[in-house]
């Protein structure tokens, strides 16, 4: 099973007008926002209850993406994209000094994500750029595998055309080597 046109287009129209949106990542459902407007970013912190010093997971659809996102990379940084992605690793790289502050915790690195799954670049092809997916629970709690579980206020939902596993993405430090999760 996939999404029908209508069901994507539905959810690119909740996304563009700055609302959340529960959509299936490889393992847990993700809360979405896009990763430009600030208004959205404030949602997902509101609704996740979550420290925004944090910063947020960006997925991407292709590599073609990340100068949204990042600085200019080096040899060893295209090295780590080119082992782990698409995958379910998310690597911090050196981030764009005009991303939002929400987007990296206030600091210089951001977390993206190119991931493997047919379901996800499906709706990430639908949006056409970088989105913002942050599991579906209230900071700290387990992830939602099923749209039963998601938080109240998770916006539209586009509902999983498989079964979740309940896996989240590892997370490598590509500066330091060092796995953060």
């Known amino acids: 099973m996939s999404w029908s046109d209508a ?27 896009d990763p430009f407007n600030h208004d959205a970013l404030q949602s997902l912190l509101a609704i996740k209850d979550r420290n925004p010093g944090k910063g947020f997971v960006v997925l991407v659809e292709k590599p073609g993406h990340l100068s949204l996102l990042t600085e200019t990379l080096a040899k060893y940084h295209w090295e780590a994209i080119d082992k782990y992605w698409p995958g379910p690793v998310t690597l911090l790289l050196p981030a764009r000094a005009d991303v939002p ?8 690195k951001i977390a993206v994500r190119m991931p493997s799954a047919p379901h996800v670049l499906g709706y990430l092809k639908a949006w056409g750029g970088p989105l913002v997916s942050t599991s579906a629970n209230l900071s700290g709690e387990k992830p939602a ?13 586009l509902e999983s ?21």
Do not use: F, N
Request: charged share 25%.
């Open 7 to 33: 069901q994507l287009e539905k959810m690119v129209q909740h996304l563009r007008e700055g609302d959340v949106v529960a959509a299936p990542a490889e393992g847990v459902y993700g809360l979405c926002a």
């Open 101 to 108: 502050p929400l987007l990296t915790g206030g600091g210089d």
């Open 145 to 157: 595998q099923s749209p039963a579980e998601l938080p109240d206020d998770s916006g539209y939902v």
């Open 161 to 181: 055309p498989v079964k979740l596993d309940g896996s989240v993405s590892r997370i490598l430090d590509v500066e330091s080597g060092h796995w953060v999760r």
